[in-house]
């Protein structure tokens, strides 16, 4: 209870935004996206909103790990007993939304600003899983004590982490064909891309399929290395602030994102080599698109200047990121 208290007492408010979402029973998209979901919340384009996460945590879990009942944020809590099983989707994740954005329609691109994100609680956990799960027949979750002043997670003894939290899934709905899907693979709707570079101050850019967009967000970390080798990060609530533009004049078919210092482009495929050639082409495409370059000097471009980095190897779908440095260009 102690760390708790701690905990929100350093906690800092959050900037006023036109519209706020709880993260509550009858606000929680569980485990999919799905042109067909009775949206949350309707905004307008460039409206900003407070979005509250919760983590992917199930109380009996966190409880074996060590945590006491009262340590368990009330939402987690609530929605676990409130949220029928079968009202929830084939993926794990509980998710905030949908948000439906007036004026969104298929063949735009929803223009994601991410203004702030908050922690929402005073600990994060790991569970064993993922990419060499066969390597450990005994699983475990570590429980990961959070710092809200020193944004470290204390990892254990002598080892502590610098936090950069960001939200694991951002996404919209699919095609109407496509049904209620997993929440768990990323793909052109954007979802659980997990991708560690999207903190505060940056921008997401996703396809829109669905009419008004339905946007989706949640599976807060705390931290993550890129690969994401466990299938956990360090998984945390979180609580953002985002502000939503309908972009008519981008036409996408893969998300993109923009940090202050970069251009992302993306790649998302089950093969790890057709996910960064997904990744390698969009590449190609936004510098001759948006940089004016030939074919030819994109690609020497991207072999001499950009980084393709594995975004995670474990939903399913796996990731390639292309992190093109806007220093190298004058203008």
Request: some cysteine.
């Amino acid at each position: 209870m102690r760390l708790l208290i701690s905990f929100l007492l350093s906690s800092l408010a959050l900037s006023a935004a036109d519209h706020k979402l709880k993260a509550t029973p009858d606000n929680i998209a569980w485990g999919y996206y799905w042109a067909g979901a009775k949206p949350a919340l309707t905004v307008k384009s460039g409206d900003t909103v407070e979005v509250q996460c919760v983590s992917v945590g199930n109380p009996q879990t966190l409880e074996r790990a060590g945590l006491k009942e009262d340590q368990i944020e009330p939402e987690i809590l609530r929605i676990y007993k409130e949220v029928p099983r079968e009202a929830r989707g084939p993926g794990g994740h509980p998710l905030t939304g949908p948000i439906y954005i007036e004026g969104a329609e298929p063949g735009d691109t929803l223009e994601v600003r991410i203004k702030e994100i908050h922690l929402g609680a005073a600990y994060a956990f790991n569970s064993t899983a993922g990419f060499l799960i066969d390597l450990f027949p005994e699983r475990q979750t570590k429980i990961i004590p959070l710092d809200r002043e020193r944004m470290i997670g204390h990892f254990g003894p002598g080892i502590d982490l610098p936090l950069h939290p960001f939200f694991g899934s951002m996404g919209v709905a699919p095609p109407p064909g496509a049904g209620k899907i997993n929440s768990a693979p990323p793909g052109i709707h954007a979802g659980n891309l997990d991708n560690k570079n999207l903190v505060a101050g940056t921008t997401l850019y996703i396809p829109i399929h669905a009419k008004g967009a339905l946007f989706e967000v949640g599976d807060g970390h705390a931290g993550m290395g890129d690969g994401e080798i466990d299938i956990t990060a360090m998984e945390t609530s979180l609580t953002g602030v985002f502000q939503f533009v309908v972009r008519k004049d981008m036409h996408l078919k893969w998300p993109r994102a923009e940090t202050p210092t970069h251009w992302i482009t993306m790649g998302l495929d089950p093969d790890l080599t057709q996910a960064a050639r997904i990744a390698g082409m969009e590449t190609l495409d936004f510098l001759v698109n948006e940089k004016k370059m030939t074919r030819a000097d994109a690609y020497a471009l991207s072999s001499v200047a950009v980084d393709f980095e594995i975004t995670q190897l474990v939903d399913g779908t796996k990731g390639v990121h292309a992190m093109i440095p806007k220093s190298i260009f004058s203008k």
